[in-house]
């Protein structure tokens, strides 16, 4: 389908019961399935199946089952243990054992009567995942980094404007209001003309040892093969499927600065009305990267000792994640928390009063902008392209601090100048069958 469309569940029944099919019972239709109870009547509703399901889909999921036009029908996860728990809290939220489980998201992916997936897998099944949902007809909500490489990015964006199918990045932070607001101070030229962006980051790490070998145990309980997925073989260890693969090369994106990077460099992006570049220039240091824009704005990349430890560059805390934009004339920095501080004094009249203040976490509106757009067709807030430019820069970033040296990057190429050693960098190898 290239829209959101598709039979109305209730003429189903209607022709059915009209046409005298055979019942061995008398047909009870629920009064939920016609939309009362405050529910969108089925064929108004966006089903949606979720891919991984660990504690950061768990939390995305909470709030989506929250929609009242959306209805999750499906999880699909290699390990039995997170699909039983992912069903025991879709069937208790709507009050029956409807929900499906798969171990092989293929099949979840195979179903005709799924609108939307959310992918909450680990980073190196993002792409793949995202790109073959799409291909089957599916809607895409992504976690981040949604992109183990250059390359995976630049292939889901262009896979999905191929298909016309919609993609949003789980960079939630484009819909919390104290991140909005500092954004619109900076371009709207409260701040003056900017000239520095600070974006907190972990600092780098690459990990390529191996836990130590475990038995592996049957695939029902964890199948270990497709847990892999593209990602090189190596030996099982239940600490991976825990979530300690974190840091590992073989498994994340660009030596764990996408982590925050995902978010903090997507916000000075935004900020900087460069959705459609990406700084040209990145010069990594023992405290951070610093990169520069075309138009002669810089962002610094500034590394954290902790998640809670100090901000480098400047950056004080606001909660986790936190960002800053300077002007000439002022400066706006905000974070999770919800507040934002603004120099000099005189633009606190800037920032409204009553401005809601969510946690950056939240994804209520996040995924009610996206589930807006599966129906509407529009591209939501952070679409294939936004996702694309940020994650590059960000990976960029990365491979400056792993080489050991500044690198310049063709905006419009995307292609690294006189550094075939940072080319070779921006793909990775990948285990069949998996290297969609």
């Known amino acids: 389908m290239s829209r959101f469309t598709r039979s109305s569940r209730r003429q189903f029944l209607r022709t059915t019961l009209a046409t005298g099919a055979a019942w061995t019972a008398p047909v009870i239709v629920p009064a939920t399935s016609l939309g009362s109870t405050g529910r969108a009547a089925p064929s108004e509703r966006i089903t949606l199946g979720v891919i991984g399901i660990g504690p950061r889909c768990t939390y995305d ?47 979840l992916l195979a179903r005709d009567d799924i609108d939307a997936v959310i992918i909450a897998t680990g980073d190196r099944w993002h792409a793949p995942a995202s790109i073959m949902a799409a291909e089957a007809g599916k809607d895409v909500y992504c976690e981040k980094p949604c992109g183990l490489t250059i390359e995976k990015c630049q292939q889901i964006d262009e896979v999905f404007r191929k298909t016309g199918r919609i993609f949003q990045a ?20 409260k701040l003056g003309r900017l000239h520095t962006l600070y974006a907190s980051v972990y600092t780098p790490q690459i990990k390529t040892d191996w836990l130590p070998r475990q038995p592996t145990p049957p695939r029902e309980v964890c199948d270990w093969n497709l847990w892999l997925g593209p990602a090189p073989w190596r030996p099982y260890n239940e600490l991976y499927v825990k979530g300690r693969w974190r840091g590992y090369y073989d498994f994340d994106s660009g030596a764990r600065l996408l982590d925050w990077g995902a978010h ?22 023992d405290t951070g990267i610093t990169a520069y824009y075309a138009n002669g704005v810089k962002v610094i990349l500034g590394f954290l000792k902790t998640p809670f430890g100090d901000r480098p560059g400047g950056v004080n805390s606001l909660g986790t994640c936190p960002v800053r934009f300077e002007g000439d004339e002022g400066s706006v920095e905000t974070g999770d928390n919800g507040g934002i501080v603004v120099k000099p004094k005189s633009l606190e009249k800037e920032v409204p009063t009553n401005l809601k203040r969510v946690r950056g976490i939240d994804v209520y509106a996040h995924a009610r902008n996206f589930f807006d757009c599966v129906k ?40 690294f100048r006189d550094d075939w050693e940072a080319e070779s960098l921006k793909r990775r190898p990948e285990r069949d069958p998996w290297n969609v």
């Open 376 to 415: 509407s067709r529009r591209r939501p807030a952070a679409n294939a392209t936004i996702m694309r430019r940020s994650h590059i820069a960000c990976h960029a970033a990365a491979l400056s601090w792993i080489l050991g040296r500044t690198l310049e990057l063709d905006p419009k190429t995307e292609t």
């Open 61 to 107: 999921l909470k709030s989506m089952l929250q929609l009242s036009d959306v209805q999750c029908v499906a999880i699909a996860d290699v390990q039995k243990s997170r699909r039983e728990a992912g069903k025991a809290l879709v069937d208790g939220h709507y009050g029956n054992q409807a929900c499906r489980l798969y171990r092989d998201f293929r099949e």
């Open 264 to 285: 903090t460099l997507d916000l000075c992006q935004w900020a900087n009305d460069a959705d459609g570049t990406m700084p040209i220039k990145y010069e990594p240091s």
């Open 170 to 189: 789980g960079t939630q932070r484009r819909s919390v209001p104290n991140f909005q607001h500092a954004v619109r101070l900076a371009r709207e030229g």
